[in-house]
């Protein structure tokens, strides 16, 4: 079960905190730094809004791309990326070793750091910032999961909303240990009575 019913509902999108009947709280950089150990200053992670030929974007990255049926596309399936990079063979080059690198990277973007909504597919503007894989940890990744999540939670709030994106394991697990009274079971150790007598 997600704990994040409840926190959608006392979510203030004016102030960005939670409203809670114990107090007001919100999360901040320095949790995600500290959950994640991501950076939170650097380069802003900003991605191309245009994509004009993904096929030849997705190829440079990945070595790979979708049918020459599928030549203009914005995202990637993860049952694509896990199809084409799940199995890499014992004589792999160095590039495949870098492509499937940059795919799992994607999957992981995509999948637990900056999900959308429906959560089985990642968007291409973010292929870019994975082309200079040592570069890649000097981009604010902590700030823009953040920024991501407030935004969703906005979103949420209104009368329209019906789904939530970003990173809810996360913001489940921040939740727990911010606010242990959530947890609908004890995470006590349990005890055996006749054994420890």
Known sequence: ?????????????ETHIFHLLCGECTITL???ALHFGLPIDGSAVTGISVIVESAALCYNLLGASLGDDKSNFSNLKFTWL??????????A???????????YIMHIIGGVLIPNANNNRVHL??????TDLPNVRSYSWGSTILAM????????????????GGCLVWLQSWA??????????????????????
């Not at 079960?1 to 999108?13: A, D, F, K, Q, T």
């Not at 080059?93 to 795919?103: G, K, R, V, Y």
């Not at 503007?125 to 994975?130: A, C, G, H, I, V």
């Not at 240990?177 to 420890?196: E, T």
Request: charged share 20%.
């Open 125 to 130: 503007q973010y292929s870019p910032l994975l």
């Open 149 to 164: 999540l407030y935004r969703e939670l906005c979103r949420t709030t209104k009368s329209d909303g019906i789904d939530i």
């Open 30 to 32: 320095e949790d995600v």
């Open 176 to 197: 727990l240990y911010r606010m242990p009274f959530l947890a609908s079971i004890s995470h006590q150790p349990y005890v055996f009575p006749l054994v420890n007598r």
């Open 93 to 103: 080059t160095e590039e495949e070793l870098m492509c499937a690198a940059q795919a």
């Open 82 to 91: 896990k199809a084409n990079f799940e199995h890499l063979s014992i004589n």
């Open 1 to 13: 079960m997600i704990y994040y019913p409840p926190l959608v509902e006392r979510w203030r999108s």
